[in-house]
């Protein structure tokens, strides 16, 4: 493997680079391979920084083959290059080095409703930009998917204790285990000096199969399994159904903690799965087995039962799959991890906000809810997206909320008398 100097080296620094224009947060990639080679390290970390305050987290977990990589000019006929691995260096050297810059505060408070990717990314720009941010997280530590979902072997959790520890130093204001909607509604916070509110809940609902044998006690959500994974015992046979990422890290994760035999069940084929390649590459190293074109129609107390799925490619170019019911097969599990998407949860009061069909909250393109002074963004908006993609759109209704809150007179506080 080459150095991360000879990476950077490699890089054509492209008049037109494919890489950036691919890239969700739109990173200057050129610009910082320049700066990396000409030993600015300190001046490309603060221009990564303040483009996607997440790049040492996005660096790490972005699925760089549909982004960056995948569209570098030197993959056509050779090796792309890795500029994550750049990035990766130089955003975490960043972290580490980090100097509080001077902030000229502006009184001005804001409520920011869950410390996942889009809440974390909000946070910061709102405190670089001299606001008084009170950060609501549900769960007793930020991070939201990043620490709950995704297991330290693909995120190292420093990573999360560096951004707590700048957040802290920027002066957020940190209340834990504190769910917006529960105890305090979104209605609360205006009278009490907040001028704006951001919400970024997530989603925390497993979806479900709605097959018999759910409820069975050796089923579980693979979104609860990731949470706390040491706490539950799941045998040798281990049965995985789902294809995305959330599925590959249940089976990663089952196999180091278990040392049991896992198996996914794909309904379609292995180039129809959306999980990241070098994921699914990571998945067959360990040792996960999988069972492509397999349908699940049913939970039984040691197996799950399968139809086989038929593939068939249509005049029109289009692909269809269907069951095949007279193919039945059953694949022995002593437990089995379902892990096919999440929904919005039930403890985020919205009243009068509006909300689409699957019950994300409904917003314009600039993330204004149908209430004034109230955005949104990351997977409550949505629905389960990357984290740079959360990034992208937070930095897109950060762009709007500046106005909103510019334009607020500030000793004319808005009413709020209908229940929210």
Request: charged residues 25%.
């Amino acid at each position: 493997m080459s150095t991360i100097k000879q990476e950077a080296a490699r890089c054509l620094q492209c008049k037109k680079p494919m890489c950036r224009l691919n890239c969700p947060v739109d990173t200057p990639i050129p610009d910082i391979v320049r700066l990396f080679q000409d030993g600015k390290i300190e001046e490309a970390g603060e221009m990564l920084f303040r483009n996607n305050p997440l790049s040492a987290i996005t660096s790490v977990i972005c699925p760089h083959e549909r982004n960056c990589t995948g569209h570098c000019v030197l993959g056509i006929k050779s090796s792309p290059v890795e500029f994550y691995r750049v990035e990766e260096y130089v955003s975490r050297f960043y972290l580490e080095t980090f100097t509080i810059p001077d902030i000229k505060k502006n009184g001005i408070k804001v409520a920011v409703a869950g410390a996942g990717p889009a809440g974390l990314t909000m946070s910061m720009l709102l405190l670089l930009d001299g606001y008084e941010v009170t950060l609501f997280e549900a769960q007793d530590d930020i991070g939201g998917v990043l620490r709950y979902g995704i297991p330290p072997f693909r995120l190292p959790r420093d990573l999360l204790k560096m951004y707590k520890d700048i957040l802290l130093r920027l002066g957020v204001h940190f209340r834990p285990n504190t769910s917006l909607g529960s105890n305090i509604t979104i209605k609360d916070l205006f009278p009490d000096g907040y001028k704006a509110v951001f919400v970024a809940a997530g989603t925390g609902r497993p979806n479900r199969l709605g097959l018999l044998g759910e409820t069975l006690g050796h089923v579980h959500f693979a979104i609860d399994y990731l949470k706390s994974p040491e706490t539950f015992s799941l045998g040798k046979e281990i049965v995985i159904v789902g294809a995305g990422n959330v599925a590959i890290d249940a089976a990663r994760t089952a196999i180091r903690k278990e040392h049991a035999r896992v198996t996914i069940l794909n309904y379609k084929g292995e180039d129809d799965m959306t999980a990241n390649r070098d994921e699914l590459e990571m998945a067959e190293i360990d040792g996960v087995q999988f069972i492509h074109y397999a349908q699940t129609i049913r939970i039984l107390d040691n197996a799950v039962r399968c139809v086989r799925v038929v593939k068939t490619e249509n005049e029109d170019g289009s692909v269809s799959f269907e069951e095949d019911y007279s193919d039945v097969f059953d694949v022995p599990a002593d437990s089995v991890i379902l892990a096919i998407g999440q929904g919005p949860g039930a403890d985020l009061k919205t009243g009068n906000v509006q909300l689409t069909q699957r019950g994300l909250l409904d917003v314009n393109e600039w993330g204004e809810t149908s209430r004034p002074g109230v955005f949104a963004a990351g997977d409550i908006v949505t629905g389960p997206r990357t984290v740079v993609e959360a990034v992208a759109f937070t930095k897109k209704v950060y762009t709007r909320m500046k106005e909103y809150l510019n334009g607020l007179d500030s000793n004319d506080p808005e009413e709020w008398t209908e229940d929210l």
